[in-house]
C-alpha cells in the first residue's frame, strides 16, 4: 500500500486518534510514540486535512493578516500632521 492509498483508508475516527495521539504524545493504549511514529502520524493528519478539512480549518491554519496601510513615521495615529513636541521625564 502507498502512501496515497493509506490516506485514502483513514476514517473521521482514525484520523481524531492520530491528532490525539500526536497532542499527547502516546498511543491510546498508552504506549509512546516513536519519533518516527510522530513525523509519520503527522504527515498523515496533513495529508488528510488537505482532502477532506477546509483550509480554515486544517491543523496548523494561521488567518492571512489584514492589510494595512504602510507606516509612515512622520504621522501620528490620528493622522494629524503637526508636529508633537517630545516629552522627556527625569
Request: aromatic fraction near 6%; hydrophobic fraction near 25%.
Amino acid at each position: 500500500m502507498d502512501f496515497q492509498q493509506l490516506i485514502d483508508s483513514i476514517t473521521p475516527d482514525i484520523y481524531e486518534s492520530l491528532k490525539l495521539a500526536v497532542e499527547r504524545g502516546k498511543w491510546p493504549d498508552g504506549r509512546k510514540l516513536t519519533a518516527a511514529q510522530r513525523e509519520h502520524s503527522m504527515q498523515a493528519i496533513i495529508a488528510y486535512d488537505l482532502r477532506h478539512t477546509p483550509e480554515d480549518q486544517r491543523v496548523g491554519y494561521i488567518p492571512p493578516k489584514k492589510k494595512t496601510e504602510p507606516c509612515d513615521t512622520n504621522k501620528r495615529p490620528d493622522h494629524s500632521d503637526d508636529p508633537q513636541p517630545l516629552k522627556w521625564q527625569s
